[in-house]
């Protein structure tokens, strides 16, 4: 009876650690395993510990190379689809006008919509068009799908915020402009800043298009994928590691940044 | 801050209107709001008050017309260069800034370095002094209003427009509210332009009150004489209660128009009748409840000469403490209310007694027939 009355009060707590583990168990697995040093070319069955991978992380032909240009494209993509989606949920929420309905449900399609179908229906288009496969078409692939999270996200944001906000500003003394950035941008900023951050993310991992329209390019995930065909080096999962740990680096300033705003304020 | 008298801070609107497509929301209107008094746009919502607030903001263009401030002509002016702040009826306080670069936020976009002292004043004003540093949603509905009265005063601006700021707190704060910034309006001696639904709360605040009805402004003048003396049966129904009771001009005597109402004779000061008044034509003749006697009709015979009386039946009678209010049933006029102050109550007036009604004849006014005798009453707001 005692142990029921325990696990009733911390039954949420339990819940929340079990949930945690299912997450991050693939995560500690890789970190595990980047410390291991196979016999053979698999990196499936743990041998003994060894820093050799971490030492020399660029130490398999071309992964570097591809895990650079993965970098570049998650950048640009971000970059092109945060400031397009941004000014495209501005448009759909602030202003009227013919199609506004239409172009609010096909923004909406490419997250509906099936990688794969998508996949090859732009490359049926690319070859049509006679263009060249390769940085160029992964990239506009890439802004292509993450225009419609980050259109999305900050559509959200957007329609939460009164307009009179901006009025106020305008009352105050603060041109276009100066409204623009003291007030719409810093409230709009959050809804901003989660649509690039799943940009990122999601272009960055993106292999079903990427790989469709990559030509002779490989990106990082298409080196993983064409890798584990032959044999996977441990360096694939020092780069995951060091991926996962940048991420968790970025969660724990953002937190703390907020924190000492809130103690500064209080 | 202090009052000056040159004129510079008048509002001058001529011929403004605004139509959108087919609708008017405000038609053409004139209207001056002098230096240094608080004034009240009234109506119900949808009359173009608030619109009318926001030509004077700049934040909607005029269809027609030109806003001056003092000389100034500022009609192609952008909201952000007039001297002229707005107090929003959701107070559009800036989410994301705290208190006290809320209220800096015009001392800052107009290029002043040094802000502090100033709004620590404004916050003092407002007695907030010590929120300067918790953001908006932290603090309570009236707290909140006063940060928004802070922001917009803290700039000197020649007028100060309040769209509804009172609106959304509950009866009580509204009271105080209405208090405290007509204690601000004093100090600062700024013009106030305010816009509201609540009648209570236009009379009790403003010093001149422009009554609103379907994009017009129906009269305009101090809450004593919209009272005593509306020209409109809107006006005389949105402003508190009103008997209206048709009528038809008998004859003329002294200073006086004789009218007939049924078989009865009332008289009319013919300086309260705002309608043209031929023999034989018809008018509204109107009575505020509050000034009507009751007597029973046993008494009938101890009511001074003099006095225009109707004769009725009581209908009901409600208790509320400090009066009593009858309705009454008359032949002539139908149902008429009456509230009597309870002093030496009369017992015998309890539903079903015989009464008559009089009144002084200095406090009937007289309006034209042909409006709609329901014109601004609650029953016609709820269609």
Known sequence: MAVFTWLKRRLVVIAGLLTLAYLLLPNIVVTVFSFNKPKGRFNYEWQHFSTDAWQDPCGVADMCGSLGLSLQIALWATIGATALGTMIAFALVRYRFRARGAVNSLIFLPMAMPEVVMAASLLTLFLNMGAQLGFWTILIAHIMFCLSFVVTAVKARVMSMDPRLEEAARDLYAGPVQTFWRVTLPIAAPGIAAGALLSFALSFDDFIITNFNAGSTVTFPMFVWGSAQRGTPVQINVIGTAMFLVAVLFVLVSMLVTRRRGHQKA | ?383
């Not at chain 2, 009790?204 to 409109?232: C, F, H, I, K, W």
């Not at chain 2, 809107?234 to 048709?246: D, H, M, P, R, Y």
Request: proline share 5%.
């Open chain 2, 1 to 383: 801050m202090k009052t000056t008298t040159d004129g510079s801070g008048d509002v001058r609107l001529s011929g403004i209107g605004k139509t959108y497509g087919s609708f008017t929301a405000v038609h053409p209107l004139d209207l001056t709001v002098p230096q240094g008094s608080f004034f009240a746009l009234l109506g119900a919502s949808g009359c173009g008050k608030t619109t009318t607030l926001r030509m004077i903001a700049g934040l909607e263009e005029p269809t027609s017309g030109t806003v001056h401030l003092g000389d100034l002509d500022v009609t192609g002016l952008p909201p952000y260069k007039r001297p002229v702040n707005t107090v929003f009826q959701s107070y559009a306080l800036f989410p994301h800034l705290d208190i006290f670069e809320n209220v800096a936020f015009g001392l800052r976009r107009r290029g002043i370095k040094s802000v502090k002292k100033q709004v620590e004043e404004m916050l003092e004003l407002v007695q907030l002094g010590e929120q300067a540093r918790k953001k908006p949603h932290q603090l309570s509905g009236g707290q909140q209003q006063r940060v928004a009265v802070a922001r917009a005063l803290i700039n000197h601006p020649k007028v100060l427009l309040l769209d509804e700021p009172l609106g959304a707190l509950d009866l009580k704060l509204r009271r105080q509210m209405q208090l405290e910034l007509k204690r601000i309006q004093t100090e600062v001696g700024i013009t106030f332009v305010h816009v509201t639904h609540d009648q209570e709360e236009a009379m009790t605040m403003a010093d001149t009150v422009a009554v609103m009805n379907a994009g017009r402004v129906e009269q305009l003048g101090s809450p004593t004489e919209l009272y005593e003396n509306p020209r409109t049966t809107f006006v005389a129904n949105f402003l508190g209660t009103s008997n209206l009771i048709e009528a038809e001009v008998d004859s003329r005597s002294g200073g006086d128009i004789v009218l007939r109402a049924g078989d009865g004779k009332l008289l009319l000061p013919e300086a309260r009748c705002s309608a043209p008044a031929p023999a034989g034509g018809k008018l509204l003749v109107g009575i505020r409840p509050e000034k009507i006697a009751l007597t029973h009709a046993d008494d009938a015979g101890s009511v001074p000469e003099g006095r225009n009386r109707l004769t009725g039946t009581v209908a009901d009678a409600g208790f509320i403490g400090v009066s009593t209010q009858y309705v009454i049933d008359s032949p002539v006029a139908g149902a008429l209310a009456v509230y009597a102050q309870n002093v030496e109550r009369d017992t015998r007036l309890v539903p079903g007694a015989e009464v008559v009604l009089h009144w002084n004849p200095a406090h009937t006014f007289a309006l034209d027939a042909a409006q709609d005798i329901d014109a601004g009453t609650e029953e016609e707001a709820a269609v």
